[in-house]
């Protein structure tokens, strides 16, 4: 009989993205976002689909801001 060894995470995967990308995004980038998004367009390109998105993210957060 085999050992077996069963695993679960201490965290969920939300928390562990939101580490991650922090820990790349100050490695990186300085902490700093609009450079990192600026880098991922210039490298990776953004589709038409992508774009509208984040133009709604954007105005989603100026509304939610007041602005």
């Given at each position: 009989?085999?050992?077996?060894?069963?695993?679960?995470?201490?965290?969920?995967?939300?928390?562990?993205?939101?580490f991650?990308?922090?820990?790349?995004?100050?490695?990186?980038f300085?902490?700093?976002?609009?450079?990192?998004?600026?880098?991922?367009?210039?490298?990776?390109?953004?589709?038409?689909?992508?774009?509208?998105?984040?133009?709604?993210?954007?105005?989603?957060?100026?509304?939610?801001?007041?602005?």
């Amino acid at each position: 009989m085999r050992n077996l060894q069963l695993f679960s995470a201490t965290i969920d995967k939300v928390a562990a993205r939101h580490f991650e990308l922090h820990r790349m995004l100050r490695r990186a980038f300085d902490g700093a976002l609009a450079p990192m998004m600026q880098f991922l367009v210039d490298h990776e390109g953004l589709s038409p689909e992508d774009a509208q998105y984040l133009r709604k993210l954007a105005d989603k957060v100026e509304k939610h801001q007041g602005g």
